[in-house]
């Protein structure tokens, strides 16, 4: 299953080491990270709205990214939610100027060019969209629409909206046909990865992603107490349950990128030995 890539949301922890890092290594988290994993989603760009401006990726950062992956290695990348966020900086009502704005977007791939070639993905994250931000439907989809014709057509692009009631049957043929593959969130109130898959039907565009992101981010934090290596919330019956249908998508040539949280289980390491040996049992 050479389409299929397992990896982290984020991987600096040091209540890692001994489960992906060496103990007192003086190598950076990533380098050690990238032995282990192929794939690993990038957050820390998402936060970029202010109430003035805009930030994007320090390049040093970028260049350290490059250096510590090798060739194979694939980012998926939350892309600024400068482009994502309808609304200005802690504002309800007053718009944000630069929501879905292809010159701020390829301001933000200029600044990616050296790890361009490792990007499995470019994922545009929207939080909960209601009316006060678009009537219906109808009007966010012409809104992608003519954003997406302006970028590039040979970047991977992939979009996660978390209102389970606008993935309908409409969701999925929309996006194929821009060739935008769907992230598939658990957690926030969407439904169970089962049902997404089997709503996406045969117009699942890849490459896609499958994010295990947890229910209650802030219950899980007060319980680890901010370690991450042990399973606090057990969620073995979805990973069953969808282990026999991302062994059959990625047999037919899909390409999934499986991104697991912290805030899932636990311990995203954990979760995805747990996860490996569902899908090697479904593969056999």
Not at 246 to 271: D, F
């Amino acid at each position: 299953m050479d389409t299929l890539h397992l990896g982290t949301c984020s991987w600096k922890y040091e209540s890692w080491e001994g489960l992906v890092y060496e103990k007192g290594s003086s190598q950076r988290y990533l380098a050690q990270y990238a032995k282990i994993y192929n794939t690993v989603e990038v957050d820390r760009w998402f936060w970029s709205l202010g109430k003035q401006s805009y930030g994007l990726p320090d390049p040093q950062d970028v260049r350290a990214y490059d250096q510590d992956t090798p060739e194979s290695f694939r980012f998926t990348i939350k892309c600024p939610n400068t482009l994502t966020l309808p609304f200005a900086y802690q504002s309800k009502t007053e718009a944000n100027p630069w929501f879905l704005d292809a010159e701020v977007f390829y301001r933000f791939i200029e600044t990616l060019e050296p790890i361009i070639p490792k990007i499995g993905l470019l994922m545009f994250q929207f939080g909960y969209l209601n009316r006060t931000m678009f009537r219906e439907q109808s009007e966010f989809f012409d809104s992608l629409d003519r954003f997406f014709t302006l970028l590039p057509d040979s970047l991977p692009y992939a979009l996660e909206i978390r209102n389970p009631a606008w993935m309908d049957a409409s969701y999925f043929p929309f996006l194929e046909e821009r060739q935008i593959g769907p992230v598939l969130l658990s957690g926030y109130w969407m439904d169970d990865l089962d049902a997404q898959l089997q709503q996406s039907g045969t117009h699942l565009h890849s490459p896609f992603c499958v994010r295990l992101h947890g229910e209650d981010r802030k219950e899980m934090e007060k319980e680890s107490g901010g370690r991450w290596d042990r399973i606090l919330e057990n969620h073995d019956q979805e990973l069953l349950t969808i282990a026999p249908k991302i062994v059959q998508l990625a047999q037919e040539g899909k390409v999934i990128y499986i991104n697991v949280n912290n805030h899932y289980e636990g311990s995203a390491p954990l979760t995805i030995k747990k996860l490996l040996n569902y899908l090697q049992e479904a593969d056999t």
